[in-house]
């Protein structure tokens, strides 16, 4: 046993004295009232003779089976002397069950008979027959859909109400980022490119400035084909290249040798040199000394060049104000060059994205608009035949998805990525047909076709605001001018051309009061339109409840309420209700869950905050994409070092030596969820984010469809995301919350909010929490599907115990199994089916964990699979159903065969292996004898 005084800094981080020091308070407590108290030293006592009991993810199954596994231990009067449990996913289910029907039966107080014996009894199935909590939970195996197609009915209707609610939310703000681009367009650019005209002097100058006018306001007829229509933003790329991503990329390599003798005066002459020749150059342009067509590559340049002096000066500064001394300053600032280049680069990857969309949009809208209904019909049909072909197929990837145990393979990622890239560009492109329509005011950009008087057609369609306009043959000196202006009451102008020649129209800029083809009226409806989104979004954004009501989680959360919990509630158990009905009593605010008060055992509920973007906290490994966070009655750990202990319902967190800390010193007030909702969040295994199994592609299309059962946490830290999605944040949280998940852009503990979902997508055994306590004895229910018998969440289990405790996990060898001479256990490579008769040679095997500062845990694992002497139901439910017990984790409606086939199965192992233990040797010198 280690002393306190020999713990080590590295100790005090995993498990700080405080929160030990609290958990040893309970646990005597609980052991007092259990009636199993026995001396314990003050440090480390769950390394004397703790007993935990590890419930994996798994779903329904892992929740039937512990279930079994639960009674099979109470039957054997073993219960009392369970310290601890950890729960993953389905494992919570069983976990909370048992921990609220501990505590309902204390606070009735009917019976002096301590509640935790009580609790055995309703558990241990007697000649009176199942109790009511038993009868209960087999009664409602579908607790997803009790009532069967009435169920499943309300499922269909929550679930098509919640998606039209969040991408009416969605829609109207993209509608609203959408109307801010076009309403820039109508008022910034021709005040900006306007402005460049008027101050040409030179008419040839003047005359390219209105050829790129043309090209930045293209007027609304296709300018290549019958139906393209490019976008003005197709032209923001370029300074965007020239500013942003060239700059930063040629700096890199004329960088200075960090051997030079004058590296600083070198640096110094290349931020005072570049920007210089930049000025040189504008000013060059500004007296027009080159020729016309070398005017914007003259430009261009200098912009370049004075972009250059501002990135040379300021990763020269901020190199020297991270690395002082001349070694390192020139890889500094590389390192700074290669990070705006990155930056650059999404800022590109942005603008060309916005370009090429609004091209798409109002190239559609003229198509439409020129089909009239017919081509309306055609967009319509083409939505809908997308959503009939890719629906199937996304419930297909949806049902592929990883169950926290393996990676997800490439044929289902590229559907996935298929799936949601049209779905998003099909939502995407409606949204901007809707704001192009918005924005000329439902009406034709161009009229029907005119095949004799082609100046007609573009003359009309133009309807500028007293525009002086002229027109000219292309290729011919002479000019030949309008002989009158044209205004938005003109109704036709004829201009006979021979058919081989081509019209060329001038527009005067300083005349033009809108974009061509908007008049007056359409741009006061943009303006008001753009106005109303804006507000409706405003408000929309800042009801953050909106985020988690509009989920499938609360629904979620409350099926498995009133099915786990409302087994425990005193109020049902007069038999005249129903799963369907909400009963006071079926839960419980976290902090007032308390069954070690009762002489239950403490219970730990493990989940995982999502962390895929780079932000201060950092406290796990990149690739993880999310930190376990382990929520007790004492407090909570987040990670390996960040603790905070509960002041109910204040949090304070203990602090660590140095570097970042998730949790302040001085006290906060979380969001107090309760113990359903720890239970719901521990259990969100299909989700937009999935710790390491995030990807894009998942998020997008778990997004898109409203396929979300995780919950955004309000942590009670003030502290701002960082970045655009920070910025957007501030003022549309709902919205920038919702982009988070679209994007699988998570910003873990360096937020406010934290997005918290399935236990198991970071460790799904549960022994992670009891290592960290070093518990001394560990009863593993693997309960996860692992039909290939390859234990794949303990190998998980042992990279993260060697990573984050330096700890080892090991399979005890088949010399040693064979000394312990159990007839249920045998060692962990024969514990799989034998391929001809379908059964194994045993129901478990052992392990331990080795811990650095010497010690160790054993652990018995309990694998589900039949041997052969279970009862006949089981061996026949086998025969219909071969990969029974490891069905997909996706079904989550059992019937009653399938129910208790995997609660007995369950019973039956328990029975096994702790019925026929010699209680005098290890690893079961923790039962009484």
Known sequence: MTKSADRGDRRDLEYPPQLAEAELAALCERRKLAGTGSSMEKDEPWAQDGVGLALSGGGIRSATIGLGLVQGVARLGLLPR???????????????????????????????????????????????????????????????????????????AITLRNWAAIWSVMSLFLLTLMLLLN?????????????????????????????MLRMLLPPPWPLLGDHFWWSPWCVIPIPVLLLGVLPPGILYWIQPSSHDVRLRLKLLSLALIMPVTGLLLLFLASCQLLNNWLYWVEISAGASFVAMGLYQSRARYEA??????????????????????????????????????????????????????????????????????LVPLSRKALNLLPSGKEKVKLPVTLITWVAAILLALTVLLTLGTATQAITWGFKRPQEPGQTQTAGSLLLRSASLKNANISVRLKDVPTRATLDKTVTRDTTEVMVSLPAEQNLLLEVNPAAAGNDAGVSSSSSTSLFISLALAAFLSLICGRHL????????????????????????????????????????????????????????????????????????????????????????????????????????????????????????????????????????????????????????????????????????WDSGRRRREKGWLGWLSLGFPVQGRMVNELL???????????????????????IYEM????????????????????????????????????????????????????????????????????????????????????????????????TGDEPLDLRYYKTGHPDFPHQSTMDQFFDEPQWESYRKLGEHMALEIFGKADRAQQPFGWMPE
């Open 545 to 712: 409840s909106f985020l988690n009501r509009s989920s499938l989680a609360t629904f979620y959360q409350n099926r498995l309420a009133r099915t786990f919990l409302g087994a425990s509630n005193p109020l049902r158990q007069n038999g005249n209700t129903s799963v369907r009905e909400v009963m006071p009593g079926d839960d419980i605010l976290w902090t007032d869950y308390k069954p070690h008060a009762f002489g239950g055992p403490l219970h730990i509920v493990n989940v995982t905050i999502n962390e895929t973007v780079d932000g201060k906290s950092q406290v796990q490994q990149r690739d993880r994409k999310g930190l376990g966070m382990a929520v007790g009655p004492c407090g909570i750990s987040v990670g390996v070092r960040h603790h905070a202990y509960w002041g109910s319902p204040v949090l304070s967190g203990l602090p660590i030596q140095q570097g970042y800390a998730v949790f302040p010193a001085k006290g906060f007030k979380p969001e107090n969820l309760t113990l359903s909702q720890w239970m719901g969040i521990s259990g969100a295994a299909v989700n937009t984010a999935m710790g390491s199994y995030t990807s894009l592609g998942l998020s997008l299309l778990c997004g898109l469809f409203n396929v979300r059962l995780g919950y955004w």
């Open 771 to 866: 290592a960290r306590r070093r518990v001394r004895y560990i009863i593993y229910s693997d309960a996860g599907a692992d039909a290939d018998y390859t234990f794949a969440d303990l190998a998980n289990l042992t990279l993260k115990l060697r990573a984050d405790f330096g700890a080892e996990l090991e399979f005890f060898t088949p010399e040693e199994m064979e000394k312990i001479n159990h007839p249920a256990l045998v060692s962990w490579d024969r514990l799989k089916p034998d391929p001809q008769t379908g059964t194994m040679p045993g129901h478990g095997t052992l392990a331990r964990v080795r811990y650095p500062e010497g010690g160790e845990s054993l652990v018995i694992v309990l694998k589900p699979g039949l």
């Open 744 to 766: 699988a852009m998570f910003p873990g503990t360096a937020a406010r909010l934290w997005f918290l979902s399935d236990g198991g997508h970071f460790e799904n055994s549960g």
């Open 320 to 389: 020297r104000r991270i690395t002082p001394e001349s070694d390192g300053l020139v890889s500094q600032i590389r390192w700074q060059f290669s990070h705006q280049l990155h930056n650059g680069l999404r800022l590109l990857a942005l603008a060309v994205a916005v370009a090429l969309g609004d091209t798409a949009s109002q190239t559609i809208y003229a198509v439409v608009m020129e089909g009239g209904l017919n081509a309306l019909e055609i967009w319509a049909g083409g939505i809908a035949t997308a959503l009939v072909v």
């Open 82 to 156: 369970i310290d601890l449990i950890s729960t993953v996913s389905g494992g919570g289910y069983l976990g909370s069950f048992l921990g609220r029907l501990i505590q309902s039966k204390g606070e009735v107080m009917t019976d002096p008979t301590p509640p935790v014996h009580q609790a055995a009894k309703d558990l241990a199935t007697g000649e009176d027959g199942p109790s009511f909590p038993l009868r209960w939970l087999r009664e409602n195996g579908f607790y997803l859909a009790p009532n069967g197609s009435g169920d499943e009915g309300v499922m269909a």
């Open 183 to 211: 309403g820039l367009r109508l008022v910034v650019v021709p005040m900006v490119f306007g402005g460049i005209a008027s101050l040409m002097s030179s008419p040839e100058l003047a005359n390219d400035t209105c050829s």
